[in-house]
């Protein structure tokens, strides 16, 4: 059978989400490595018209899967669709999207169809073995080459790695619409929750000082406050350790699941950088980073790192401002 | 309610961490032993805040791995779980979670767990596969990323709220069984208790030799494995703490981050 490469597009009740179109990026380095068609896959109610949207945006073919009822994402429901569609083309590799609903129903669907997973990947790459993924290990301290040994596999792709296919310049690709019945499911769908809106001093800081796990315990908080005072315009951040510890206020969570930062200068108290993290911050201007371990992953984003202890080295810092105040 | 919450020992991530010779794999430092991976800490406290609102409750802990794992269990009832349960096999490098949920689904099928959880992921290969393929194996639904759950035994059934990206949850009911990867933050996960420690060690773990179940062989493999690229200049301070702390000074002064004196 042919060989073909697949892409489960995301959407949210019609709305395409980005990373579709990092995967999209993504399938057509791929598909330079292994000279095999690309589809996009998309599923929901009603389909036709998001389906011509992404063969627009995309320049290729797009089937629509067009199920009753099918207005939000449920994990049974795109295992069965998937399950009972994807046999049919047997394609090389399927790309799915590493978020909340990727990583849900992606190591199932590998299951179903007898398939190698890969999740969290970050690149592809072609080597004497063949073609490999790259994808991080260990909080990010290592980086790891790794390939499938079977026909199919299910990748799920890393948001923010792979720049997105510009929407527009292509040809709009062809479009194939499936009416199928609505998958019976055991679990109910209920809502979607949005966010209560809760304003978050992070976005407008030009200077965010940030405290993870390295802090210990809840009163080196303060620490983190007092560095944050020397510099105007700034505002305290931090790390899901931090902010789930209870340190730290969930609204000022820097990361995938809480605020993408910005700031001029950024300065991480603490941090490990675990990937949500560094994704949520590594655009900041300029990054300075204080661990005690020098392998930390944040090292790798940093333009200034310092190996210390926080808890000493903040205060001597500020130590160090006040006497060059005084001294002026 | 019977409760089967999937934990696993993992290098702590803290720790050196090295590529090893061949670049096939890494070395831990052997100095540090394995802990539990964080995000299983709040599955397990998860199933524990169900046993005490719900008797009788019985939780079963298992993982996957070398003897070197057991003291992940014993901690696991120390901080109270009833039984440990190890499926031997010796770990040497990476471990499929395919081969890993395959292992699990096989000890787990027929014994009537009515919640299956683990953490969202874990700490040492990040991939968050486990979960969901054992409820495949098992044809059970499941959830991940659950930050928010309440079980109604009466009702059999489990409402679950999932984190989706940019601060929303979907909401969603599921029949039990049914399995759940659990997010951090979604409770406090409690420190073992020294009386339940005491009694957990003299407690017998039930062992399962893995090489006794269906073989599976792993449909991935790693080739070969190195250290991230830099993005950044990552100019490292080096000297005494008061020199490093001159160094930043004179940085930050420079960039205009703090004002010229």
Known sequence: MERSIVVVAEHFQGEITPITYELAAFARQLQQLLAAPVKILILGDPVREVAQDLAEKTGREVVGIQAPGLRSYTCEAYKKLLGDFLPKISPSYVCVPHTSTGWDYAPALAVRLGAACITAVEGVVRLNEGIAFTRSFFNGKITAVMTSKVQTTVLTLQPGKIRPLEPGSARPGPITIHSVESPSQLSRFIERKQRREQSSSLTEAEVIVSAGKGLRKKENVSLVSRLADLFSRSAVGGSRSACDLGWIEHRQQVGTTGVTVTPKLYVACGISGAFQHLVGMSGSGFIVAINTDPNAPIFNVADVCIVDDLTAFIPAFIEAYERRLMAS | ?261
């Open chain 2, 1 to 261: 309610m019977k409760i089967l919450v999937c934990v696993k020992a993992v290098p702590d991530p803290e720790s050196l961490i090295t590529v090893n010779d061949h670049e096939k794999w890494v070395n831990a430092d052997p100095s540090v032993p394995l802990r539990m991976n964080r995000f299983d800490e709040f599955a397990l406290e998860e199933a524990l805040l169900i046993k005490q609102a719900f008797s009788p409750t019985v939780i079963d802990v298992i993982t996957v791995g070398s003897a070197e794992s057991e003291p992940v269990l014993v901690r696991s009832m120390g901080m109270g779980a009833d039984h440990g349960i190890r499926i031997a096999c010796e770990r040497n490098g990476y471990m499929s979670p395919s081969v890993v949920a395959f292992l699990i689904a096989a000890c787990t099928k027929g014994k009537g767990y009515d919640l299956i959880f683990t953490g969202i992921m874990a700490e040492d290969d990040l991939s968050g596969q486990v979960g969901p393929m054992i409820a495949e194996h098992l044809s059970m639904p499941h959830a991940t990323s659950v930050v928010l759950e309440k079980t109604s035994p009466e009702k059999k059934s489990v409402y679950v709220e999932r984190e989706m990206e940019g601060g929303q949850r979907d909401c969603l009911e599921l029949p039990l069984p049914a399995l759940l990867t659990i997010q951090s933050g979604i409770n406090r996960p409690r420190y073992p208790s020294l009386s339940k420690m005491l009694r957990a060690k003299a407690q017998p773990l039930e062992l399962i030799d893995a090489g006794r179940l269906e073989r599976r062989e792993p449909q991935e493999e790693v080739l070969r494995v190195g250290y991230p690229q830099k993005s950044r200049s990552r100019k490292v301070l080096q000297g005494s703490r008061q020199e490093k702390v001159a160094r930043l000074l004179g940085i930050l002064v420079e960039r205009s981050f703090i004002k010229r004196a």
